[in-house]
Structure formats: C-alpha cells, structure tokens
C-alpha cells in the first residue's frame, strides 16, 4: 500500500519569498493533517481537514499560512511571505477516519530552510 | 506546565540493556495516549498505544499511572536498531481533538 506522498522533500528560500508544500494522502483516507516540526521539538497540528472541509485551524498562524484540500483528496500548504521562524520540517499525515485515536499515518516531510 | 514533558535525552545505552522513559501530562481528563517511534530525519511512526491496563509488544512495555499523570515505555534486551526519538503522544481530552506530542526522548543504543 503507497504511503503519503510529500513534494518538495527540500525547500530553501529567502525571507519574505512565498513557498508551497504538496501532500496526498494514502487513498481512502478522510482526514488529513499539516503539522510542523521545529527542530527539537515534536510536530505541532498547524490543519486538520475531513475530506474537503477544515476541522480545526486553530493553530494555524492565518496572516502568512493557508491550506486547501479542494478535492477531498490531496491537499497544499503555502506559506506568504515566509519568516525566518518558519524553518522547520512540514508533516502531511493521514487517518482513515475523523476520531483522534485512529491511527495516522505522517508522509516524509518537507524541510523547510529559511534564509 | 507543558501538556506533555518529556526527558529530551540523550540517553546512551549499550545493547541489551533495559532503559525506561517517561512522560507526565497535564491535563488530567485526557483520555488517550501513544508512543511513537521518530528515527532521523524520518517520520513519526506509531509503535504503541498505552492502555489503562498497561501494554506489552514483543521487548516493549508501556504503562500508564492516572493518579500521577504519566505513561512509561520499557524497552528491554536493546538493539541498535532501538535508536531514535521516541514521542510521547497525549489526546488532552475526551472530545475529538487533536493529538499534541512532546518534545521526545532520543535514545542511542552503543554496540
């Protein structure tokens, strides 16, 4: 079975550029998730999504973050303009179904370096 | 209090011996938790859910202590494929939200 899938699996830019990050999940999966994950320091729920709508964005910093999953299928994160605080690794998770204790499955992660 | 808190380690240990970590929460209705496995530069990887009863996998035991709010995981006998960041996973409550993970404990098994 093909596991999440994450595009670019490395992004460097500058401060203030724009950058976007690309997850598909395994097929069937309902939720999805964007978490990031500074450097020494366990993931952070930044979105969660069941199938094309938004669960909970509440830590997601809005005025520079955004995400959509259009389809209900894969889903994109973008960041605009980017700061040096955002350095990090971008992890997409899937789960089969909403409950939080479904398992999820994480994709390798985007790491983002900010110059 | 962070939500959860864990030891960051390191902790360096040689092959096959027993090493424990644990992991206080703070809020005391939640519900669920995990352990997971990060290796690095990898993903999380679930190894474990903690039940009340406590659980045990092959070399792997976790525990879990409602009174004092925290969980445990024991590993025994290690190898060096044991090596990793081990993350200590907390569902704050009863509802549906969102799992909030600790900073993990790096483990490192010497030959």
């Known amino acids: 079975e093909a596991g999440v899938a994450q595009s670019p699996r490395y992004k460097i830019i500058e401060k203030r550029q724009s950058v976007a990050f690309w997850c598909n999940p395994i097929s069937g999966h309902a939720t999805l998730y964007w978490y990031q994950q500074i450097l020494g320091q366990g993931p952070k729920l930044l979105i969660q999504?069941?199938?094309?709508?938004?669960?909970?964005d509440s830590q997601l910093p809005k005025d520079r973050f955004s995400a959509e999953r259009l389809k209900g299928v894969d889903s994109t994160l973008k960041i605009q303009p980017a700061k040096l605080e955002d350095s990090a690794v971008y992890l997409c998770a899937s789960s089969l179904r909403q409950t939080s204790t479904d398992t999820q499955y994480f994709g390798p992660g985007t790491r983002l370096t900010v110059l | 209090r962070k939500e959860v808190e864990q030891d960051p380690g390191p902790f360096n240990v040689p092959e096959g011996a027993t090493v424990a970590f644990n992991c206080t929460y703070s809020?005391?209705?939640?519900?669920?938790f995990f352990w997971y496995r990060q290796d690095c530069r990898k993903e999380p990887k679930l190894l474990m859910s903690v039940y009340s009863s406590g659980n045990e996998d092959g070399r792997f035991t976790a525990q879990l202590n409602r009174a004092s709010q925290y969980i445990s995981l024991l590993i025994r006998d290690s190898k060096l494929s044991d090596s990793a960041t081990y993350l200590c996973v907390v569902i704050p409550d009863s509802g549906n939200t969102p799992l909030v993970f600790g900073k993990g404990t790096r483990l490192s098994v010497i030959a």
């Open positions: 999504f069941q199938n094309n709508g938004v669960v909970d």
């Open positions: 809020n005391s209705a939640s519900q669920s």
